[in-house]
């Protein structure tokens, strides 16, 4: 069974941070592109990171891309997402999708991937 996995969410206070993790279980992640994007109660899906299979390719939205660092352990089989200085308009669950492709990723790919690949979810709430 192919499954993906989220966790690390939780309670953080503005400005911490949070490490979140993606496990791929029944295949292998190296060969897939890893989005992550959250949803928030009553908003649009958001994405927020592309982590492309290839060495050092990846992507963000601009309103991430200075606090949010995607990587990929592919002996772990899993991918991370990294976010600091975490603001109140953070607070949503956050979802790892994964696609297979070997493309290095862009904005075309971080705002069109297709998410029907994904995990259940981790929720974030930042707030103090």
């Known amino acids: 069974q192919l499954q993906l996995v989220e966790s690390g969410g939780g309670l953080v206070q503005p400005g911490g941070s949070l490490r979140l993790s993606c496990v791929a279980s029944?295949?292998?992640?190296?060969?897939?592109?890893i989005i992550w994007f959250r949803q928030a109660p009553g908003q649009e899906r958001e994405r927020a990171a592309c982590?492309?299979?290839?060495?050092?390719?990846?992507y963000y939205a601009d309103s991430m891309k200075d606090r949010f660092t995607g990587s990929r352990d592919n002996a772990r089989n899993t991918a991370y997402l990294q976010m600091n200085n975490l603001k109140p308009e953070d607070t949503a669950i956050y979802y790892c999708?994964?696609?297979?492709?070997?493309?290095?990723?862009?904005?075309?790919?971080?705002?069109?991937?297709?998410?029907?690949?994904r995990g259940q979810g981790t929720q974030v709430t930042v707030s103090s």
């Open positions: 029944g295949f292998s992640l190296d060969e897939y592109v």
């Open positions: 982590i492309s299979p290839r060495p050092r390719s990846t």
């Open positions: 999708a994964a696609l297979k492709l070997d493309y290095y990723c862009s904005d075309y790919l971080l705002r069109t991937g297709n998410l029907d690949f």
